[in-house]
């Protein structure tokens, strides 16, 4: 459980850090690129430490990060809405090596918002699951 805890702190600090950037309206490339970067290491983050959770606390072993999201929409932690929108996010995230292509760029940047605020949904879930 203390890897858990571990996870589940650098997963907060990873989505804090992400929101700032995220919720810019107009960024310059700059921006949009430290914003894309930022919810590259979010979403790491986020689902190694949902695979812990499971692992530890529903005693599920998934691999992958759309394995992971599947696994918890199974365990509740995730609706069925958020589960599809998680798979759009790993899409995105595995689209974030094409960055120097703007087009690219500029439609990840357009989802930001809506994954971070599932993200924290994510994160502040599984922390409860753990206080229970």
């Known amino acids: ?3 858990l805890r571990q996870r589940l702190e650098a997963a907060e600090k990873a989505v ?3 929101e700032n950037l995220a919720a810019l309206k107009n960024p310059d490339d700059v921006e949009r690129d430290a914003a894309i970067q930022r919810f ?3 979403i790491e983050a986020s689902w190694k430490a949902a695979k812990q ?3 530890d606390v ?3 072993d998934a691999g992958s990060p759309k394995g992971v999201i599947r ?3 199974e365990v509740h932690l995730l609706e069925d809405e958020e589960a599809v929108l998680a798979l759009e996010m790993v899409n995105d995230r595995n689209l974030t090596v094409h960055t120097y292509n703007e087009e690219v760029a500029i439609k990840i940047h357009k989802n930001l918002t809506k994954y971070n605020n599932l993200l924290h949904q994510w994160v502040e879930r599984m922390n409860g699951k753990m206080m229970e």
């Open 40 to 42: 590259k290491y979010s």
């Open 16 to 18: 804090a850090s992400f």
């Open 71 to 73: 696994s918890c929409r």
């Open 58 to 60: 529903e005693g599920v």
């Open 1 to 3: 459980m203390e890897r």
């Open 53 to 55: 959770y499971l692992y």
